[in-house]
């Protein structure tokens, strides 16, 4: 398949599955898309079997269910984790928290609360923790750790004998500036000896230096952790035996901090070899290629290569396509990525498509309407509407965003934020669209009252009877619409307060709806 064509291919396989026009629009049949050639891998591996749900010796589902949703736990987990480096990388370490924390309670009620894959999580949170100078918490997760390994396996094995010690290492006391110093200076010291005490160009040096690399980067000194990370690249690339998952994982760990860093030229070098590393040793449909080609497409987009950058984000959606089927939720964050780049590209009727098929497949998924995926694509969307000059489901779309990432990440987040200001500026612009001349004659109060009660009545909530008066159910469901959006503005309503809430509302027309006036 050319080049050229590998966005056109994607769009008439997701065509295949979507509403009727779609196929007619892109040209697809109702036999879907020719089938790709065949792509014969240099050498492949069989991928580790996916985690069992449920624990240990638990038949209560089908294979196959089994298999789903251990994939879509496996998705939703290492989402959230990448998600933590990035923010960790930008320097707050409160938001990689967060995220390392929700990954924390679906593994939970998944897997269970003393589930092994909880271990290195349980860990990070500590680090974080104590970064902030939280001991006390830090200690409670060191100490829920130990007990799931003693669970699991005991309380004389290694990993006990190493949680202990860690345990027991932690001040006593608040932490101060001086206490987390000389915390830190033990640390490095321990580094430092298990890197001299490994034989000089062994590949156990490798993975010492990689972990005093991982030190430095989760103290802010980037630099320092890059050049460990490059000392540790050239030991593994010199050994022989079975290092390309760590090969791997530094490379991406490099652009990670690279992309950090602005250096998005040295990132796509880093991402380019990390995918022949895995395309030689997996293969060139392996799920593994997926986000170092998804990182790639971004990089390649900041360097000004957008349509080097939208080839790579449609060959990931294409794999995640041909391994996880058209109705995996990974399937729609692959799609998603691709309508991002088109609309950058200002290429709306394929972005369009992206969007809607995202956001149909989030929706199916059991958790799919309270899914930040989810309101990431509807925002997509309602970008594309604002530019095609559909006001009313643009509005629809960003509200519907924006409540979910309030549900989900609280109305001070960032991602929240930015949502509300975007809905603010498309209902602002539909308002002014709709009421025309604002040096028109001032409403009497009561009936700007009306107003918003009609607004309240057409986004679904309940203001009692249009009097101009606000009783119980007005109040109800302005507080409500409030809390939806994560705004606090209707303390007392008065001729200012109601002038900021009906900002948020967009003006109804005649026939009772939004008001669909270009």
Avoid: C
């Avoid at 990370?229 to 690339?237: A, C, K, P, Q, T």
């Amino acid at each position: 398949m050319g080049r050229n064509q590998r966005a056109t291919w994607v769009i008439a396989v997701l065509a295949a599955g979507a509403p009727a026009w779609w196929g007619h629009a892109y040209g697809a049949t109702e036999a879907g898309p020719p089938a790709p050639s065949a792509v014969t891998p240099l050498s492949r591996r069989t991928p580790p079997p996916p985690l069992p749900r449920g624990g240990p010796g638990d038949g209560s589902q089908p294979a196959d269910e089994a298999n789903d949703n251990s994939s879509r736990l496996l998705d939703q987990v290492s989402g959230l984790i990448r998600l933590a480096d990035l923010e960790d990388l930008r320097g707050d370490p409160q938001k990689s928290y967060r995220h390392i924390e929700q990954a924390v309670k679906i593994i939970e009620t998944e897997l269970g609360n003393v589930h092994p894959i909880l271990l290195p999580h349980l860990l990070r949170l500590t680090d974080l923790l104590l970064r902030r100078g939280s001991q006390n918490e830090a200690r409670s997760l060191l100490a829920r750790a130990e007990s799931i390994v003693t669970e699991r396996f005991g309380n004389r094995g290694p990993l006990f004998a190493l949680l202990s010690a860690r345990k027991a290492s932690l001040p006593e006391g608040a932490a101060g500036d001086e206490g987390s110093d000389a915390r830190n200076e033990a640390i490095l010291r321990d580094l430092k000896a298990r890197i001299h005490a490994q034989l000089p160009g062994s590949p156990a040096r490798a993975m010492a230096l990689r972990r005093l690399g991982d030190h430095y980067r989760r103290q802010g000194n980037w630099g320092r952790a890059i050049s460990l990370y490059h000392r540790s690249l050239e030991l593994l690339m010199a050994s022989d035996g079975p290092y390309h998952a760590a090969r791997v994982s530094l490379l991406r760990d490099l652009a990670l901090l690279e992309q950090g860093l602005g250096e998005e030229a040295r990132a796509i070098d880093h991402l380019q070899w990390a995918i022949a590393l895995t395309e030689s040793e997996y293969g060139t449909e392996s799920p593994e290629l997926m986000p170092l080609l998804t990182a790639l497409g971004h990089s390649q987009r900041v360097m000004g290569q957008p349509s080097q950058g939208r080839l790579g984000l449609a060959r990931a959606l294409e794999i995640s396509l041909r391994v996880r089927g058209k109705e995996h939720p990974g399937t729609a964050i692959a799609t998603t990525e691709l309508g991002e780049a088109f609309l950058l590209e200002k290429e709306y009727v394929p972005a369009k498509l992206m969007f809607v098929r995202a956001v149909e497949i989030l929706r199916a998924q059991p958790s799919g309407s309270l899914s930040p995926e989810l309101a990431r694509a509807l925002i997509g969307l309602a970008s594309v509407q604002d530019r095609q000059e559909s006001f009313s489901e643009a509005i629809r779309n960003q509200r519907e965003a924006l409540i979910i990432l309030v549900k989900r990440l609280g109305a001070e987040h960032p991602q929240s934020v930015d949502a509300r200001n975007t809905y603010l500026s498309f209902v602002e612009a539909a308002n002014r669209r709709a009421l025309g001349d604002p040096g028109r004659p001032r409403e009497r109060f009561q009936d700007r009252i009306r107003d918003l009660q009609d607004r309240l009545a057409a986004i679904g909530l309940d203001p009692g009877p249009v009097n101009g008066r606000i009783g119980v159910r007005t109040k109800s469901a302005l507080i409500s619409f409030e809390k939806q959006l994560g705004l606090s503005l209707s303390a007392d309503i008065d001729e200012e307060s109601l002038a900021r809430i009906l900002l948020y509302l967009p003006v109804v027309n005649s026939r009772g709806g939004p008001d669909e006036a270009s």
